[in-house]
């Protein structure tokens, strides 16, 4: 059991009380008894004295039962957050530790919620991933069984369109599938020596077509005449660059630019950006916007396509090479997206 110097309430309740009965049995013995005598001092100290350590004894004991109690049941919730400490009858220490207990707990509960409400929004965008493309599928199904499908021409183009909708659900599935495995450390790298250069220019000429829908030119900073060779999966990286650069020609404005930039940070680090000037990005939307299924756009158009993952696919990705990304943007003037990459023999 623990005496504070600075203040105990059981030994200041003992104390009391002790003074209280000294002075009662001095009164009692003068009223009833008429008993005065300086030789009655050393006993009236020995009462007081003895009066205090029984009382106080008791009065802890029965202060530290009830303490430890609590002290029990709060354990019993949580282990860690309150560990096995000595019991303390001191108030001013209990009341620190309640309250620190109980801020903990605040910020915990605060925590959960926050998870939960994540957990029924994502239950909820990928519910609305999944059911849009399945319902597409069929109603073109149902229309071929009810009939269309006796005309060669319809029962074509519907087959072809419910195609289109199985393959969408087929890139949602995968792209799940890779989060989870990049989260759980599933994914192995197969990392090699590469020129990035000549990786960017590959993504540039994929996408040629999909950024002459906006005229939108894809091009580097500058010219550069010699390679840049940093050390990664060279597959990944790709795919980090794609899914980058699609995400800059779906919210790129007409006739506008998105540009790619490499260069030396460190002694042994690139660092790779993805420029554009397109919508840019909110700053109530910017903490989340690597979450999956997150979208800027609250109206729920899917008319862009894609299936919500691009972003946290990008930095789980860029996470598993051990790397960092960076992203900055304004509203209304553009974005930029940025990595890191070691550098490559």
């Given amino acids: ?110 925590t959960l919620n926050v998870r939960e409400n994540y957990r029924k929004e994502f239950m909820g965008n990928i519910s609305h991933e999944l059911k ?9 199904i149902l229309t071929l069984l009810d009939g269309a499908m006796k005309d060669k021409r319809v029962r074509k183009k519907y087959l072809q369109r419910a195609n289109k909708g199985v393959e969408r659900l087929i890139y949602i599935i995968k792209d799940l599938d890779m989060i989870t495995r990049l989260e759980v ?11 990035i250069l000549e990786l960017v220019q590959n993504v540039f000429d994929l996408l040629e077509m999909k950024a002459a829908k906006k005229n939108i030119s ?71 916007i690597f979450e999956r299924f997150y979208r800027v756009d609250k109206s729920g158009s899917r008319k862009e396509g894609g299936s919500g993952l691009g972003l946290s696919i990008v930095k789980h990705i860029v996470e598993a090479h051990n790397e960092k990304i960076y992203v900055e943007s304004q509203f209304g003037i553009g974005s930029e997206f940025s990595f890191t990459l070691e550098k490559g023999e």
């Fill in 1 to 110: 059991m623990k005496l504070s110097t600075k203040y105990n309430f059981a030994a200041s309740t003992s104390l009391l009380i002790a003074l209280f009965l000294t002075i009662a049995a001095g009164i009692f013995l003068y009223a009833f008894l008429k008993i005065i005598s300086i030789w009655l001092l050393p006993f009236f100290l020995v009462s007081f004295i003895l009066s205090f350590f029984i009382l106080q004894y008791r009065v802890e004991k029965f202060i530290y039962f009830r303490i430890q109690k609590i002290y029990q049941d709060v354990r019993v919730l949580n282990e860690q957050d309150f560990p096995k400490l000595s019991v303390t009858t001191d108030m001013d220490v209990l009341t620190r530790e309640v309250e620190r207990y109980v801020n903990d707990k605040k910020l915990e509960i605060e």
């Fill in 218 to 288: 894809l091009v580097f900073d500058k010219k550069y005449n010699e390679s840049i060779i940093v050390k990664a999966d060279r597959e990944r990286i790709e795919q980090v660059l794609t899914n980058l650069i699609v995400n800059s020609l779906k919210y790129g404005k007409q006739d506008g630019t998105t540009e790619v930039s490499i260069e030396s940070i460190v002694k042994n680090k690139f660092l790779v950006r993805v420029t554009d000037n397109g919508e840019g990005i909110s700053k109530e939307n910017m903490p989340r």
């Fill in 132 to 140: 849009t493309p399945l319902f597409t599928v069929q109603g073109y």
């Fill in 185 to 195: 450390g599933g994914l192995v790298l197969n990392t090699e020596s590469f020129n």
